[in-house]
C-alpha cells in the first residue's frame, strides 16, 4: 500500500455522524479520506503529526513505546502554524477541530482541572469563512471518526512496506514489551505533577500513592489483554489491516488507562484542595492581612472520605491552629496558656497515621480542643481568670477532657474567660480583656489601632474567639446563665448547652452548681453533635450527673416523629414536616435592634419552607427570670466561693498573720470587683432577713418557669414527670426559636469603666436565662450578619428537657440557611 503524495492531497470531505468503518463498506480500501486538515479535540487523544514528522525517515515500528509517545507530543507543539496553514489551504473546507497539545504538555497543574488549550490563531477571513466552531462536539460523532481515520493512516504509513503477517509481528512485539514501560513513564509523571501542586499533601501520599498507580495500571493491562485476545479473531478483522488495527487499538486501550488515572487523580486531588482550603490560615493572599474567619471544621475533611485529606488533616489542622495563635492572640487575646509546640504536632502525626491504618479512635480523633481556664487539667494551669488561683495546677483532669482525650482529641490550651464566669463580656479577667476576631477581618494584622474593639461575648468569650479566629477546631465552655450562647452569638460560631446533667462537672470549678453547665463552641452544629456524642456519659464522680436508668427513661418517653407534607399532589418527607415550633410573644421585648428582629422573622420563614409549623406561645413567668437568676447564682456563688480562704490553697495575703485579717486580706486581693460585688449580694441572699424574700421565692419562681415550659411542650419531661394530654395536640410544641441577644456585639469602650452600670449588663442575658434555669437544651446557630456593623447575629433553639435530638435537627436546617446568608 503506498502513501499518496502530499501534493496530491484532495480536498478533505467531512461526513456527519458516519459510521467509523463507512470507507470500508463502500469499497474504498486503498484511498481513505485524507486526516491531513484533521486533528483530535480532546486534549488525551494522540496528536495529528505535522509534515516535518511525517518526513522523518525514522520507521516507528522500530521505535519503543515511550518513544512514540514523546515523539507525538513533540510533533502535536509544533503544529499550531501548520495547522492554521492547512486550514487557510483547504479548498473551501472548514476545520473540523483544530491542533492541542498532549495531555503532558497542556496540563500544568493536576489539580486545576482537565482545561483546553486555545485554538490556534488564524486571520479574520478564515475565522470569518470557518462556519463551524473547532470546539462544539456534535455529540463526539465527527470527533470520534476523524480521530479514527487520522490514526489507522499514520499506522498505515508507520508499516509502509512491510507485510501484513511482519507489520503484525512488529506490532505486537512492540505492544507487549514496551507498552507497559510507556504507561509507567506517563503514570510517574503526571503522579510527580500531581505532587508537585500539592506539596503539602505530597508527604503524605506513601503507600496510597503506590496502590493507585498499581491498581490502575492493572486496569489498563487487564483491558489491553482483552483487546487483544478480541483482536486475534480474524473473522471480525480483516488480514491487510490486522497489524495496524492491533496497534491502533492498544494503543488508545493503553490511552484509556492514563486518562482513567488521570480523572481519579484530579478528582481526588480538587476534593482535596477544597476541602483543605477550609481550615487554611486565616491570611489568603498576604499573611499579614486576614481576609476571613469561622471557615469550615476539621470534621468536614474526614467526612469527605478522601484518604489523602483524612492523613494529612490532623498535622495540617494543628500547624494551622498554631500559626493562628502565634499570628493573631496578641490582638484576640483568646489562649492564656498554649500546649507544648511539639508535643502538639507529635499527637497530630500520631492521630494521622491512625487514621491512615483506618483505625481512628474516633471522628474527633486529632482535633485540636481548647478548654475554659475553669477546667481542670494536671498539666496547664486552672485560673478560673483571677488572681486567686492564678498559679494553681489541678491534680485530676476534669471528666469532659479525659473523655475526648480518649476519644483522641489533642489538648491545645486553655483560654480566657470571665473571673470564675462572672460576666457577660470577658472583660473581668487577670488575662486580660478579649477581643471579638471579626473586628479585624480585613486589617493588617501589623498595625490595629484602627480596629473598633467589639466583645466576644462572656464568660466562655476566650472559647468562641479561638474556635471563630481558627486557633482550634472546637472549644468547651461552662454556660451557667448563657455564657457558651451569648459568646457564640457574638463570635458566629456554634454553641451549645445540653440538658442540666447531661455531661459531668466533675472538674468544672463551681460557680453556681444547680445551673452550671458544660458547653460546646464549634463551627458547625454537626461538630457539636459529635463532641456531644463522647463526653455525654455517667459519671459516677458527679452527684448531678444523669445515671444510665434516667437517660434510658428520657429516650423511650421521646419518640422520633414521622411527618409528611403536601407537595404539589404528592407526600413527600420535608426535614422538619410534623415539627411544631413555637414563637413565646415574651421575648419579642421592646430592646431587640431592628436587625435582630428582621433576621428573626428570616429564620421563622427559613424553617416554614423546611415543612415545620409555626405556632404563637406564651411563657408568662419569663419576665421575672433575670432577677430569680441572678438572686440563686450569686447566693450560690457566695457559697461555693467561700472555700478560698488564703490557708489551703490558691492565694495568701502576706499583710497580716491574724486569722480575720487573713481572710479578709487574701479575699480583696485575690478576687476582682465583680466577683466580690456578686458575693456580697449572694451573702446578704443568704442571711437569715432575707432567706424567705429572696432565695426561696427565686426558687418558687424557677419552679414556675420550669412549669411554663413543659405546658408548650409536646414532649413529656421524664424528670419532672410531666406528660401532655397528647403530641398531637397542635397548640403544644417540639421546639422554641427565638434571638440569642438584643443587638450584635456591643463595643468594649460601653462595657469597661466604672461608669458602667453592672444592672444593664446583667439585662444582656435576658433572652438565654430562662433556658438554664429550667436546665432545658439550647443552642445558639449563627443566622446572618447585621446590615449596620456587619457583625454576626444568632438565633436560639431550645427544646424539652433531654430533647437534644430535637435541637439538632431544627439547628441544621437554620445553619443551612445561614450560610446561604453569609
Known sequence: MKRPSTGALPSPKFRKQAPKDDYKSSGRTSKKPS???????SILKKPLRSDASASNNKPKASMSGAAILKANTKAAARTDTSAASLARGSAGGKPKGVVRQAVMASRGDVTGGMGRKRRAPVDAETEKNSGDDSDSDNNGEDEEESDDEEEEGSDEDDFEGMPAAAAKKTSKKHTEENMAEAMSKILGSSLRKADASMPILARSRGVERKLEEEKMEAKARKAITNEKKRLANKDRVKPEYTGMEYEKKLRKVATRGVVQLFNAIKAQQKATEDLTEKIRPITTSSKDKVAN????????LLKSGTKVAAKSTPVLAAATGLENIA???????AFVDVADREGVLKQAEEAAQRWENGKPKSPLDGAIIGYKMNFC?????TTCGSNMLDNFKAPYTATAIELLQEAGAITGGKVNMDEFGMGSHNVFTNAGITRNPHSIVGKTVANMEGVEDRSPGGSSGGSAAAVASNMCFAALGSDTGGSVRLPASYCGVVGFKPSYGRISRWGLVAYASSL????????SVDDAKTIYDIISREDPKDSTCLTQRQRGAISKAIQ?????????????RKRLSGIRIGIPQEFNIAELSPDTKSLWKQGIAALKEAGADVVPVSIPNTKLAVGAYFTLATAEASSNLQRYDGVRYGHQSTHADEKD???????????GKEVRRRILLGTYVLTSGSFDNFFLRAQKIRRMIRSDFDKIFARPNAITGYRPSSEADTSKVHALLTPVAVTTAPKLEDCVGDHIDPINAYLDDILTIPASLAGLPAMSVP??????DGFPVGLQVMSQYGDEEMVFDVARVLEEKGRMRV
Request: proline residues 2%; glycine residues 8%.
Open 516 to 523: 452550671d453547665t458544660v458547653g460546646t463552641l464549634t463551627k
Open 783 to 788: 443566622f446572618g450578619k447585621c446590615a449596620k
Open 327 to 333: 499570628r493573631y492572640n496578641k490582638y484576640v487575646n
Open 560 to 572: 422520633s416523629i414521622d411527618g409528611t407534607a403536601a407537595v404539589d399532589g404528592t407526600h413527600q
Open 661 to 671: 485579717a487573713l481572710y479578709a486580706h487574701t479575699r480583696s486581693e485575690g478576687f
Open 293 to 300: 474567619l469561622t471557615k469550615a471544621s476539621f470534621l468536614d
Open 377 to 381: 487539667t494536671t498539666d496547664l494551669r
Open 35 to 41: 486526516t491531513e486538515s484533521l486533528a483530535p479535540k
